[in-house]
């Protein structure tokens, strides 16, 4: 059964810090998808990763996939307060696409 | 272009009661994913369904629990008899088509069920 880990868990980060969420999952896939979640809304999408070594950058955040090593990473530069929610990773299990699965989430909060 | 719409948005239900949340997908999808969300948990995988068919329903509970897509009107997940362990954010996300999880998966706001 694929399994799929985030961490840390929780993250409390000054503004203008960097960091790094992981993301591990336990057996092969190419697909790796990244969301974001405020309180009470919806999943956003952010990434969508492909390949082994894909990287991707969208304003402060920058995600990238090493499938060897079964991780992802999503990189924050210079958090600001916007920045605040929780982020999931979500794997797409071998020889079935047609479901996705996620991680625990990493909640994020970042102070001035 | 509207995007997956869920509704209600939030439910309220007593022990025992039926709850029916809805789904209509983004124009131009024909298929529908089911999500539960427990507090403080990521999203678990319940159902995978195209118009008129249950491709994958692994994730469903194996009682009280039922969903269908018609080929007219939205996707409808139905609980009979629900518990207080029912409560949880139901999410519904889109796709154009299937065996392509390139594309993204767009997700609804979600209906917040309530079981007192």
Redesign the interface.
Known sequence: ELK?EQNPLFLSMQEGKNYTIYCNYSTTSD?L?W?RQDP??????LF?L?SNGAVKQEGRLMASLDTKARLSTLHITAAVHDLSATY?C?V?PPNN?????????TRLQVFP | NAGVMQNPRHLVRRRGQEARLRCSPMKGHSHV?W?RQLPE?????MV?LQKENI??ES?MPKERFSAEFPKEGPSILRIQQVVRGDSAAY?CASSPK?????E???????T?LSVL
Not at chain 1, 40 to 45: A, D, F, Q, W, Y
Not at chain 1, 97 to 105: E, M
């Open positions: 799929v697909r998808y969301y009470g809304k919806s999943l956003e999408s969508v492909l999931f979500a797409d696409t047609d479901k996705l699965i996620f991680g625990t989430g | 994913y999500y948990e990521g999203l678990k995988f995978y491709i994958d994730g999410f299937r065996a392509d999880l390139s993204k998966l767009f997700f609804g706001s979600g917040q």
